[in-house]
Nanobody, 122 residues
Framework: QVQLIESGGGSVQPGGSLRLSCAAS????????MAWFRQASGKEREGIAY???????TTQNSLKSRFKISRDSDKNMVFLQINNLEPEDTAIYYC????????????????WGRGTQVTVSS
């Protein structure tokens, strides 16, 4: 059974940092394209970043300066480091996987976790 379980969300003040984690089971993250998405209340889900099997990463241009995706293949986990959090980052953050190449299309991710809530407020 394939599962993605996110953790690490919470309530933080503007300017703070968080590291979100995604624990995968049933798939191997180093053989998959893994991504982070987010969905704010009343808005569409948006892709943040993905990491390819070879380790190359792509991050949305508007988020590059503050968001970084990484993985630990030994632990079969993917991470999202978020720095200098802003109230506009408040959203549910989702981990997702795409197992079928070619990779790189935000619409091809079809394995999803349940998400972790991030709330940024003072």
């Amino acid at each position: 059974q394939v599962q993605l379980i996110e953790s690490g969300g919470g309530s933080v003040q503007p300017g703070g940092s968080l590291r979100l984690s995604c624990a995968a089971s049933g798939i191997t993250v180093r053989n998959s394209c893994m991504a982070w998405f987010r969905q704010a209340s009343g808005k569409e889900r948006e892709g943040i970043a993905y990491i390819l099997p070879l380790g190359y990463t792509t991050t949305q241009n508007s988020l590059k300066s503050r968001f970084k995706i990484s993985r630990d293949s030994d632990k079969n986990m993917v991470f999202l480091q978020i720095n200098n959090l802003e109230p506009e980052d408040t959203a549910i953050y989702y981990c997702a996987a795409d197992l079928r190449p070619p990779y790189g299309n935000w619409h091809d991710f079809d394995i999803w976790g349940r998400g972790t809530q991030v709330t940024v407020s003072s």
